[in-house]
Structure formats: structure tokens, C-alpha cells
């Protein structure tokens, strides 16, 4: 019964932690691109002419949009971006078209990383409800490793569910607002890197957490 606790205590840490640590890690990339398509290299304003350039460019990226076949959230808030200025800069030319699609891209990976988050974020709560299960069949309720490992565990929880789903929650509101403003979308933009931060630290202390597992300083069953 302890080989096969253990087994499927590994097997859901590695099935619903990994996910949710990958896709929390990459967010902050697709939700700063985004948030800030006018950044994008070759945006420049040239008058009338572009902006009836942009327009197509726009239309063409909703296009794409639409016949990829999602049909959702991500298709709709991505149209939505498409059509509503992202800044000061118009795109023009190829370069136009490039720059729309790709924020069309990114808004869609953006919906797409934050469900997979929450999704994830629930599933995970299996991984310390069966490593209970393990060390209550081993006895080993009352080793520091263990008790140490269950203190991280909460601090990742904390990190994950307030911190992490907390500034993707804002991302995604403020991506589905059709009324945002370019000003909202900067100073978000502004806040990622302390997400990824936070994402950081959540990975660091999962990473503790199966160094602690596997090592168990003062354990007296064994390595």
C-alpha cells in the first residue's frame, strides 16, 4: 500500500504541478506582448495612408481569428484588440500585419496559460492530500522533512493562489474590457515582472519541496 500511495503521489506532482508551473512561467512573456503591441519593432504613424493600411492589417488578424475556429473568449477578446487602438504608433505595411497578428497570437495564449493555471492550480491540491496519505502509511507524521515540506507546500499555495492567479485574474479583466485604455494596458505591463517574481519564488519552493522528498535530512526509514 506505501509503494503504491507513493507512486500515485509522485505521478499527480508531476502531472498537475508541472503544468501549471510552466504555464504560470511563461505568462508574464505573451501577457507583456499582449499589453503592449505598439512596442513591437518597424511601428511607426505615416499619416491617412497607414492607417488604412493598419485597418486591413486588423481586419486581416481577426480574420485569422475567426476561421482558426475557436469561437470563444480568446477569439472574441482578440477581435475586440484587433480592432481598438493599442497606442500612439500605427503599424504599417507588412510590418502592420505581422505586428496585429501577433497580438491577436499572444492575446490568445494569454486566455489560454491562465485557464490552464486555474485548472491546474485545483488539480494540484491532489499532490499533499496523497503525501499525507504516504507519510501517515510510513510514519514519519512527526519528521522535521516532512513538517518542513508541508510549511513549503502552504507558502506555494499561498504564492500560487493569491499572488500568481491573482495578477493573471487582472490581466485577463483588463484584456476583456473593450473600454481599457492605453494607459490601463501600460501600467499593467508595468507590474509583470514582479509577477514573474512571485512566479519565481513558487517555482523555487516546489523545487525545496522535492529536494526535501527525496533527501529527508533525519529521516530513520532511509533514503
Do not use: C, N
Not at 480574420?63 to 470563444?72: I, K, M, P, T, W
Not at 513558487?202 to 522535492?210: D, E, G, K
Amino acid at each position: 500500500m506505501t509503494k503504491l500511495l507513493l507512486s500515485i503521489h509522485v505521478l499527480v506532482a508531476v502531472m498537475f504541478i508541472g503544468p501549471v508551473t510552466v504555464a504560470a512561467s511563461l505568462f508574464p512573456r505573451f501577457a507583456r506582448q499582449a499589453l503592449l503591441p505598439a512596442g513591437a519593432p518597424g511601428a511607426a504613424s505615416a499619416g491617412e495612408g497607414a492607417a488604412g493600411q493598419a485597418g486591413a492589417a486588423r481586419g486581416t488578424a481577426a480574420g485569422e481569428v475567426a476561421a482558426a475556429g475557436e469561437g470563444g473568449r480568446e477569439a472574441a477578446v482578440a477581435a475586440r484588440t484587433a480592432e481598438s487602438p493599442a497606442g500612439d504608433a500605427e503599424p504599417t505595411g507588412t510590418t502592420g500585419v505581422a505586428s496585429a497578428a501577433e497580438t491577436v497570437r499572444s492575446i490568445a495564449s494569454v486566455m489560454l496559460l491562465h485557464r490552464i493555471s486555474r485548472v491546474y492550480a485545483v488539480l494540484s491540491v491532489a499532490v499533499p492530500a496523497f503525501g499525507l496519505l504516504t507519510a501517515q502509511q510510513m510514519g514519519v507524521m512527526g519528521d522535521t522533512w516532512l513538517i518542513a515540506s508541508m510549511v513549503l507546500t502552504v507558502v506555494a499555495a499561498i504564492l500560487l493562489g493569491i499572488a500568481v492567479l491573482g495578477y493573471q485574474d487582472a490581466v485577463v479583466t483588463l484584456l476583456e474590457d473593450e473600454e481599457r485604455d492605453t494607459g490601463a494596458m501600460r501600467a499593467m505591463a508595468a507590474r509583470l515582472p514582479k509577477l514573474g517574481m512571485v512566479t519565481g519564488l513558487f517555482s523555487l519552493t516546489w523545487a525545496v519541496v522535492v529536494v526535501l522528498m527525496v533527501v529527508r535530512p533525519g529521516s530513520t526509514t532511509g533514503a
